[in-house]
């Protein structure tokens, strides 16, 4: 089956810092990345949608200054969470799909912990 | 707006049937995904429902009304490993995908 990864799998930041997390699909190319963010007990929310070569259509209310996305190649996605607060802590996932399958290939995620 | 329903918890003997039912108002419909998420991990595919009709796949089974915007995922011969948060989602007109709370389900011995 496809294979989505994600890397680190835990980050612990300080404030005022940026982290990058990586998303990469193993064995397929992904034309279409999504990333989530999902707080305890809560279900995943959308933050953006990030398309091989363009600019990421983020969600109502996600700042895309603070959560900069890059897709530059059809098997890397990249989420850099810019001067990082405690409120940003999350476990934040990504999933892939390939053009005209209806499925999603979820990420094993990252926890973000910012002291 | 786009509201995704399902219960916050139930609870199921191992060996028994239980029912997790998902109500949905969305934006258009593009199919429904149901997806088991334990603690700490990303949520794993279960099944999957574009017409209506009931899916079978092994133990787990999902149906689907879509006239009454309403789906269920049945589990059978429950174990002690199916206690996870199951998701329902539902793919809207822009292709996205709308997630549920996720019902918490706890198997008892």
């Known amino acids: 089956g496809a294979v989505v990864s994600q890397h680190p799998s835990r980050v612990i930041c300080k404030s005022g810092t940026s982290v990058k997390i990586e998303c990469r699909s193993l064995?397929?190319?992904?034309?279409?990345m999504f990333w989530y963010r999902q707080f305890p007990k809560q279900s995943l929310m959308l933050m953006a949608t990030?398309?091989?070569?363009?600019?990421?259509?983020?969600e109502q209310g996600v700042e895309k200054d603070k959560f900069l996305i890059n897709h530059a190649s059809l098997t890397l996605s990249t989420l850099t969470v810019t001067s990082a607060h405690p409120e940003d802590s999350s476990f934040y996932i990504c999933?892939?799909?390939?053009?005209?399958?209806?499925?999603?290939?979820f990420g094993p995620g990252t926890r973000l912990t910012v002291t | 707006g786009q509201n995704i329903d399902q219960p916050t918890e139930m609870t199921a003997t191992e060996g028994a049937i239980v029912q997790i039912n998902c109500t949905y108002q969305?934006?258009?419909?593009?199919?429904l995904f149901w997806y088991q998420q334990h603690a700490g991990e990303a949520p794993t595919f279960l099944s999957y429902?574009?017409?209506?009709g009931l899916e079978e796949k092994g133990r787990f089974s999902s149906f689907l009304s879509r006239s009454k915007g309403y789906s269920y995922l049945l589990l059978k011969e429950l174990q002690m490993k199916d206690s996870a948060s199951y998701l329902c989602?539902?793919?809207?007109?822009?292709?996205?995908?709308?997630f549920g709370q996720g019902t918490e389900l706890s198997v008892k011995p």
């Open positions: 999933s892939a799909r390939v053009q005209g399958s209806y499925e999603q290939y």
């Open positions: 064995d397929f190319q992904a034309t279409t």
């Open positions: 990030s398309n091989e070569g363009s600019k990421a259509t983020y």
């Open positions: 969305t934006s258009g419909f593009n199919g």
């Open positions: 429902n574009v017409l209506d």
């Open positions: 989602a539902v793919r809207n007109q822009g292709g996205k995908l709308i």
